[in-house]
Nanobody, 122 residues
Framework: QVQLVESGGGSVQTGGSLRLSCTASGYISNNYAMGWFRQAPGKEREGVAAINSGGYAIYVDSVKGRFTISRDTTKNTLYLQMSNLKPEDTAMYYC????????????????WGQGTQVTVSS
C-alpha cells in the first residue's frame, strides 16, 4: 500500500530552477534507496539521481553539479533541487522507492509515483 506522490514540476526558462518533492505514504524501510527518474517522449526512462539510507547520492553525468537529491525521513519526503535547467531536462519526472541497491536502474525500484512534468524552454 505504498504510494508516492510527486509535486513541484512546471515550466521554467533555461537557467531557471525547480524543486521537486515526493511524499511517500505507507511503510518504506529507510534501508532502501530512493531515486528520481525521468522520461521524455520517445525516449527510455533514465535514472537521474538516487540516495541511500546514509545520505550518499549518485547522479547521472548530465545533471552533476546542477541537481541535488535529498531526503527528509521525518516528513517521508524525497526532494530533487534542480538548478541551471536546460531544455534537455524537459521530461516527466518520477519518484521511485525501495531499491535494495543504490543504482540508477529502474528495474531495481519497486514503487513509483505518477510523475510530475518539467518543461524547460529557451
Amino acid at each position: 500500500q505504498v504510494q508516492l506522490v510527486e509535486s513541484g514540476g512546471g515550466s521554467v526558462q533555461t537557467g531557471g530552477s525547480l524543486r521537486l518533492s515526493c511524499t511517500a505514504s505507507g511503510y518504506i524501510s529507510n534501508n532502501y534507496a530512493m531515486g528520481w527518474f525521468r522520461q521524455a517522449p520517445g525516449k527510455e526512462r533514465e535514472g537521474v539521481a538516487a540516495i541511500n539510507s546514509g545520505g550518499y547520492a549518485i547522479y547521472v553525468d548530465s545533471v552533476k553539479g546542477r541537481f541535488t537529491i535529498s531526503r527528509d525521513t521525518t516528513k517521508n519526503t524525497l526532494y530533487l533541487q534542480m538548478s541551471n535547467l536546460k531544455p534537455e531536462d524537459t521530461a516527466m519526472y518520477y519518484c521511485a522507492a525501495a531499491s535494495r541497491a543504490l543504482l540508477l536502474d529502474r528495474d531495481w525500484y519497486n514503487y513509483w509515483g505518477q510523475g510530475t512534468q518539467v518543461t524547460v524552454s529557451s
